[in-house]
């Protein structure tokens, strides 16, 4: 038996060390966005606020050390993994070096872990060598053959397994250290050297996200969590910019033929200036003059793709999305018409929304004002983002 008392210190270790390519999104799932910030940020959120944590150690996968998505969970004590889940542990609880009276190994694809369970389950270390969560199975459970049910099984003390799984810490490293091989979780291990381990309430919102449909259910979790289902915003841009010298303008991306070129800073793209202005418009950043300085001369003759995907990156990191985009591109020449599905596409391509929520326009000013006499275009977009 252990003993939790008012000196005893609990550190966590938190596995992210896999690969988790099952969920798509081109990065390992700890890394891919999960409301607003990253599966393993979440997670890291939810011991680091612990009141009775004093210590987080995260262990990752080597090729992670040095990747532009690892700052986002810093600061942090980074430790590199093994080939395998017990080998990753091992690292991490080899790490704590005895700094350590207990214990929570934790798995990182579970970024909804409450402050309740992480409690059950310290308390539970009072009486026992170790302690984890649990649900019971309620379900029938089956046994099968090539799509064919065999057989029926006995549910009866069957229970599906969660993390945080508690333990003593001199305890279970010396029961890492004893096991040979690869176990399905730290319970396995303990169990294995004689530790006796307490089965606490789970909660069936501490998932493990695993698939792509596991990302869309965390979403409608935390959705319920905000007591809310969407937080809808919606911002405008309008730009204006004068012709000049060239032989094409460039709007939404598109080169478009023309006698006379626009003039900026940068590639002078009215119409994408409009839109990147909605989007931060929208998340309450100001315009593009804040976030890109007119007088840098780092964006001369910058692309204007460059600044609305830092606006649509912007969005991702607060817990939007772009719902959809309306352009409307006010000029005399050139005629819009035949290049606007071009447009769209392109527009679609940088803010990774389906083209048909995004709409391109335009229109004249009947050769009234400035666009009316030729001597520029303006533009005007507007963009709805919603959260989760």
């Given at each position: 038996m252990t003993n939790t008392d008012a000196r005893s210190s609990v550190a966590a270790v938190i596995v992210a060390a896999g690969r988790g390519t099952r969920a798509g999104g081109g990065v390992p799932k700890q890394w891919r966005m999960l409301g607003g910030k990253s599966v393993a940020a979440r997670t890291l959120d939810a011991f680091r606020s612990h009141q009775s944590i004093d210590r987080v150690i995260l262990v990752v996968h080597p090729d992670d050390i040095g990747a532009d998505y690892l700052p986002a969970v810093l600061p942090s004590d980074i430790v590199t993994g093994g080939a395998t889940r017990t080998e990753s542990v091992r690292a991490g609880l080899e790490a704590l070096a005895g700094q350590a009276d207990h214990v929570l190994i934790h798995d990182v694809a579970r970024p909804l872990v409450s402050r309740a369970v992480i409690d059950r389950v310290i308390a539970a270390l009072a009486s026992h060598d170790g302690a984890a969560p649990a649900l019971a199975v309620t379900d029938a459970l089956w046994r099968g053959t090539d799509g064919i049910v065999t057989a029926t099984a006995d549910r009866t003390g069957l229970y599906r397994a969660q993390t945080p799984q508690g333990f003593a810490y001199d305890r279970i490293l010396a029961a890492h250290r004893a096991f040979g091989g690869e176990a399905s979780d730290d319970v396995e291990i303990a169990r294995a050297t004689g530790l006796n381990v307490a089965i606490v309430e789970g909660d069936p919102a501490n998932i493990k996200i695993t698939t792509e449909s596991d990302f869309v259910r965390a979403e409608d979790l935390l959705a319920s969590r905000k007591g809310t289902t969407m937080d809808i915003r919606v911002g405008n841009g309008f730009d204006v910019h004068r012709f000049g010298p060239g032989d094409h303008v460039t709007l939404c991306g598109v080169e478009v033929p023309h006698a006379r070129g626009l003039q900026g800073h940068s590639d002078a793209d009215v119409a994408m200036h409009a839109a990147t202005d909605a989007v931060l418009g929208a998340l309450a950043e100001g315009d593009i003059g804040r976030h890109f300085p007119p007088n840098d001369p780092l964006w001369k003759d910058a692309a204007s793709h460059i600044f609305l995907t830092h606006a649509v990156t912007l969005?991702?990191?607060?817990?939007?999305?772009?719902?959809?985009?309306?352009?409307?591109?006010?000029?005399?020449?050139?005629?819009?018409?035949?290049?606007?599905?071009?447009?769209?596409?392109?527009?679609?391509?940088?803010?990774?929304?389906?083209?048909?929520?995004?709409?391109?326009?335009?229109?004249?000013?009947?050769?009234?004002?400035?666009?009316?006499?030729?001597?520029?275009?303006?533009?005007?977009?507007?963009?709805t983002l919603v959260s989760p």
């Amino acid at each position: 038996m252990t003993n939790t008392d008012a000196r005893s210190s609990v550190a966590a270790v938190i596995v992210a060390a896999g690969r988790g390519t099952r969920a798509g999104g081109g990065v390992p799932k700890q890394w891919r966005m999960l409301g607003g910030k990253s599966v393993a940020a979440r997670t890291l959120d939810a011991f680091r606020s612990h009141q009775s944590i004093d210590r987080v150690i995260l262990v990752v996968h080597p090729d992670d050390i040095g990747a532009d998505y690892l700052p986002a969970v810093l600061p942090s004590d980074i430790v590199t993994g093994g080939a395998t889940r017990t080998e990753s542990v091992r690292a991490g609880l080899e790490a704590l070096a005895g700094q350590a009276d207990h214990v929570l190994i934790h798995d990182v694809a579970r970024p909804l872990v409450s402050r309740a369970v992480i409690d059950r389950v310290i308390a539970a270390l009072a009486s026992h060598d170790g302690a984890a969560p649990a649900l019971a199975v309620t379900d029938a459970l089956w046994r099968g053959t090539d799509g064919i049910v065999t057989a029926t099984a006995d549910r009866t003390g069957l229970y599906r397994a969660q993390t945080p799984q508690g333990f003593a810490y001199d305890r279970i490293l010396a029961a890492h250290r004893a096991f040979g091989g690869e176990a399905s979780d730290d319970v396995e291990i303990a169990r294995a050297t004689g530790l006796n381990v307490a089965i606490v309430e789970g909660d069936p919102a501490n998932i493990k996200i695993t698939t792509e449909s596991d990302f869309v259910r965390a979403e409608d979790l935390l959705a319920s969590r905000k007591g809310t289902t969407m937080d809808i915003r919606v911002g405008n841009g309008f730009d204006v910019h004068r012709f000049g010298p060239g032989d094409h303008v460039t709007l939404c991306g598109v080169e478009v033929p023309h006698a006379r070129g626009l003039q900026g800073h940068s590639d002078a793209d009215v119409a994408m200036h409009a839109a990147t202005d909605a989007v931060l418009g929208a998340l309450a950043e100001g315009d593009i003059g804040r976030h890109f300085p007119p007088n840098d001369p780092l964006w001369k003759d910058a692309a204007s793709h460059i600044f609305l995907t830092h606006a649509v990156t912007l969005a991702t990191e607060k817990g939007f999305r772009i719902s959809n985009m309306d352009i409307t591109i006010i000029c005399e020449t050139p005629k819009i018409g035949p290049v606007a599905a071009a447009m769209q596409s392109e527009m679609a391509r940088i803010t990774g929304i389906e083209a048909d929520r995004i709409s391109i326009k335009a229109t004249t000013s009947e050769r009234l004002g400035f666009t009316g006499r030729g001597e520029g275009i303006a533009a005007i977009a507007t963009a709805t983002l919603v959260s989760p």
